[in-house]
C-alpha cells in the first residue's frame, strides 16, 4: 500500500476515533435526550462495556512462627514480584505524582481525557511514535487486560501471544481501551482506580505495583516514601525498562550515564549526575505537581536538588533465601504442588500457579528453636564436603500425634542454580530428607532401623517379646511369602560381634541381624512389607517395597507409553528384613512417631495455614491418622525399643529424664548410619552417609566433633535434648502381660537317629543343636541315645545331642528266680552278682530273688554289679555273693 493509502486510511481511522471520543463525552446526555441513535454512538456502544479486573499476580510468602508468636519470612516466591496495598498505605506524595505526571485533570473527566487521547491517536495513526496520552483510567484498562489474558496461558508461546494481543497498537483496541474506561468509571470511584492503577503498574523487570517498587528500590514501605522518592518511581513508570533504578552500569540511566555522543553527564560541580534519565522524568513530574499545586516552591525546590539515590533491596523469589531452613522451604513448596494440582489440567501445575502468583501467606510447622538447634548440630558434627567421600546428611523431627514437621536440616547449602551446583558440592538443590516426588531424592538403605517392622508383625502374629527362638548365625534357605511365593534360596547374614539373641527384645537392644532374619523366618514376608507400609513407609522412588526399575546396558528401560519399566524379577526379600530399600527419612521418622503414638501413623504436614490476599482461607492439605498396629503391639514394640539406650543407642541418651524410644541402623561397609527415635512427643531421625553410597565410615578419620561414625548420636542426643526440654515425654504404656509369656514346644524325639537327622529335626523345630558327645547306651554306637533337655523347652533353647557309645547290654529281670537261677542268668548276660538275704514271713518266697538292682529291662555295662536280694524266713543276714 502507497504511504498516501495508508495516509487516507489513518485519517479515516481518526475521525471515526475522534468521533467516537466526542460522543463518549456526550453520551450521557444524549441518552437522556433520546437522541443516541448517531452511528458513530451505535459502533461504540457494541463494543464490550464491561471489564472486570482479575486477581493481581502477586508474590506469596511462606513463614514459621517464632517463640514470640510473630511471623519470621523464609521465602517468597512470584512471577511478579507485587503486593497488594490499601488506599491509606500509599503515600499521598505518589498519588500526587501519578496524577500530575500522568493525568492532570483525572478527577474531571469520565475515564478518557479527550486532549491526551487525541493527541497520542494522531501519533499512532500517522505512523509515528507510540504516544501517550492515555488517562490513568485507560492505562489501567490496559494493564487489567494483559493481567487477564496472559494469566490464561499455560506455556510462554501462550503468553506472549496474550501479551501481543492486550498491547496490540491499533485503532480497534484504543477504542475498546476507552469504552472499558467510560465503563469502569461508572462501577468504581475514582480513588478505588487510582489505587489499582498503583497496584497494578510495572516499575522494570518483575516489580510490578508501588509498594514492591517502594521496597525494592528504597527498601521501605509505599506509606513512608518522601516526596522525591514518591516522584523518581512514578517516573519509571512512564517507561520502565530505560528508567528504573537498579541497573547501575547502564550508560544512559546508571551511576555515571553519558550522552549520546558517550560525553558523561555532569552537574555543574563536574560530578556524574546519577540516573540522570529517571532524574529528568522525575523532575518533570515534580513540575507538574507543583503546577498543580500539590507542593510548595520550597518542597519542590528541594526534592530536585536530592540526587536519585535507591537503596536496593533484591527481592529472591525461591527458598534460597530460607537459609539452613531452606530444604524445609523446598518441602513445603512441593507439597503445595503437589497437592493443588489438577490432574485433569496436564499442561497446567494450579499449584505451582497459587505459589507464583497467588498472593499467599502460607504458615507453617517449622518450630524455628528446633530448627535451629538442628542446623547448629549438622554444623558441628557433620561437614558440607570431605574430600574423601561424598558425605550428606539430614535430620529431621515430626511432632508425635499431628504429623507436624518441626524441623528439616541438611549438611548442604540449598540451590536451583546450575552454576552454583557445578561449582561445589557444598550445593545441593536435592532434598535428601524426602521422596523423589517432594524434592527429587531416591532414598537411602535404613538399615537396621527397618527391624522395628518385623518386631511388629512378629507381635502381630501373637509371638511374644520373651519367647526364644533360634538366633544363631546360620545359612537360611527358605521364607514364607503370600504375595509371591515361598522364597527359596541361600541367605547367610552376618552380625558385628558374631553371635546371636534368642527373644525379640535383646535382639532389639543389640540389633543382633541374625536374629531377626530368624524371626522373619517364621513369618511372612508380605506381612511384614505390609506392617512396614501400614507406618507410612514406601520407597523413596515411589514403587512398592520390593519394586525396583528395569535397567540395562544402556540405563533405565521405558514401557510403549514413556513410563519407567519395573523388574518383575524383584521382590521383598530376606535382606530387605535387614533394610536394603532405599527409603526416606521423613518416611521413617514418620514410622517412628507412629510407634510413639500408640501405633497410630500421621502422615506428615509442613503447612498449618494459607490465607489469600483478600484474607480468604485456603484449607492445606491436612495430616490422615490410621492404626497401623493395634495398641498393644505398640507398646510392645515401644518396650523392646526403649532397651536400646542401654545397647547400641546408648551414646544417644540426652539424660534429660524424658523416656524415649529408638534403633540404630548401618548398611553394609557403613555407608548409610542411622538413629531414628522417639519421645512421647517427638520424633527424629538422624542420617548420615555416603550419597552414592561408596565410603565405610568406619574406616575414615574422626571429623572434628568426633569420629565419622558415631556423629548421628551426637546430633540426635543434641536435638532431642531439647526437644525434651520444650516438649517433654510421658512414660510409655507398658505392654500386658500376654507379651511377655514364654512359649514351650515339644523337643523332638530323636533317639536312634543318626547325628545328622537328630540335628536337623531339633533345628528345623527351632531350636539350636549341639553335640553333647558319646554316652553310654545300649543302642547302636554312632546312633542318637538322647538329648538334654528333653521333653519341652522354648525355642531358641540350645538342645545336647548325645550318641550311644554301644557300651550298654539289657539287665535281665531275675525277680521271681531262685538265687542260684538268677545268679546263673546275671553271669550269663555278663555281670557280676552281688548277693544279700531279705526277711520274709511268707514261705513262698525263701530262696526266691525278692528284688534286684539295677532292675531288670535296665541297662548296665558288662561286668556291672547287679545285686540281688533273696527271701529268708524269720531273721535277717547276708549270705555272701559271688563276685
Known sequence: MSDVGAGILGFVGMSALAGVLVTAAVTPALAVTGMATNNSITMFENLPGYLEPGELSQKSNIYATQ?????????????????????????QYVKDAAIAGEDPRFYEHGGVDIQGTIRGALKT?????????????????????????????????????????????????????????????????KDDILKGYLNIAGFGGRVYGIESAAQYYYSKTAATLSLPEAASLIAIVNFPDALRLDQPEDEENGVAPVDENGVPVVDEAGAP??????????????????????????????????????????????????????????????????????????????????????????????????????????????????????VGSVAVSME???????????????????????????????NYSTDFAHGGSSGFQPGSTFKVFTLGEWLNEGHSLRETFNGKRRVFTSFPDSCNGTWQGSYDPKNDDGTGANNAVDATKYSVNTSFVAMAQQLDLCKIKQTAEAFGVKRADGLELGQKFEYDDNGPVYNEDGTRKINPNEVFSPSAVLGTEEVSPLAMVGAFAGIANNGSTCSPIAITAITKADGETVAPPASTCTQSVAPNVAAGMAYAMAQTFSGTASASNTGTGVPHIGKTGTTDENKDTWMNGASTRVATAVWVGSVTGKADQRRLDSWDSGPVATARHRMWKSIMTLADEKYGGAEF???????????????????????????????????????????????????????????????????????????????????????????????????????????????????????????????????????????????????????
Open 273 to 390: 549526575i546519577p540516573y540522570v534519565k529517571n532524574k529528568e522524568r522525575r523532575d518533570y513530574i515534580l513540575g507538574e505537581m507543583l503546577e498543580y499545586k500539590k507542593i510548595t516552591a520550597e518542597e519542590h525546590a528541594a526534592a530536585v536538588a536530592t540526587p536519585v539515590t535507591p537503596v536496593i533491596a533484591p527481592p529472591s523469589t525461591g527458598c534460597q533465601t530460607a537459609g539452613g531452613s531452606a530444604f524445609f522451604c523446598d518441602y513445603v513448596t512441593w507439597v503445595i504442588k503437589r497437592h493443588y494440582d489438577d490432574p485433569t489440567t496436564p499442561d497446567v501445575n494450579e499449584g505451582t500457579q497459587m505459589l507464583q502468583t497467588g498472593g499467599l501467606d502460607i504458615d507453617t510447622t517449622l518450630d524455628l528453636e528446633l530448627q535451629n538447634r538442628a542446623e547448629a548440630a549438622m554444623t558441628e558434627n557433620v561437614p558440607m564436603v570431605d574430600e574423601r567421600f561424598d
Open 733 to 883: 504404656t507398658q505392654p500386658d502381660q500376654s507379651l511377655f509369656k514364654q512359649v514351650l514346644v515339644d523337643i523332638p524325639q530323636v533317639a536312634g537317629l543318626s547325628f545328622d537327622a537328630a540335628k536337623q529335626a531339633i533345628e528345623t523345630a527351632g531350636f539350636v543343636a549341639e553335640d553333647g558327645g558319646q554316652q553310654d547306651s545300649n543302642l547302636p554306637a554312632g546312633t542318637v541315645s538322647g538329648t538334654d533337655p528333653a521333653g519341652q523347652a522354648g525355642k531358641g533353647t540350645t538342645i545336647r545331642i548325645f550318641t550311644s557309645n554301644g557300651s550298654m547290654t539289657g539287665v535281665p529281670n531275675v525277680v521271681g528266680m531262685t538265687g542260684e537261677q538268677a545268679e546263673a542268668a546275671l553271669k550269663q548276660a555278663g555281670f557280676k552278682v552281688q548277693r544279700q538275704n531279705e526277711n520274709t514271713v511268707d514261705p513262698t518266697k525263701v530262696g526266691v530273688v525278692i528284688s534286684q538292682n539295677p532292675a531288670g529291662g535296665g541297662f548296665a555295662k558288662p561286668g556291672d554289679q547287679i545285686t540281688i536280694s533273696v527271701g529268708k524266713l524269720g531273721g535277717g543276714g547276708d549270705a555272701p555273693g559271688d563276685d
Open 400 to 430: 508425635v500425634g499431628t504429623g507436624k514437621v518441626l524441623a528439616m536440616v541438611q549438611n548442604k547449602k540449598y540451590s536451583q542454580d546450575e552454576e552454583q551446583l557445578n561449582s561445589s558440592a557444598e550445593f545441593e538443590s536435592i
Open 67 to 91: 517463640p514470640d508468636g510473630s511471623r519470621y519470612l523464609l521465602a517468597s516466591f512470584f512471577d511478579d514480584n507485587r503486593e497488594e496495598v490499601g488506599w491509606e498505605a500509599i503515600s
Open 125 to 189: 495513526v500517522t505512523g509515528e511514535d507510540t504516544q501517550g496520552g492515555s488517562s490513568i483510567t485507560q492505562q489501567y484498562v490496559k494493564n487489567v487486560l494483559i493481567n487477564n489474558n496472559t494469566k490464561k496461558a499455560s506455556n510462554q508461546e501462550e503468553f506472549e501471544k496474550a501479551y501481543d494481543e492486550a498491547t496490540e497498537v491499533s485503532v480497534s483496541r484504543k477504542l475498546k481501551e476507552i469504552r472499558y474506561a467510560i465503563a469502569l468509571e461508572k462501577e468504581y470511584t
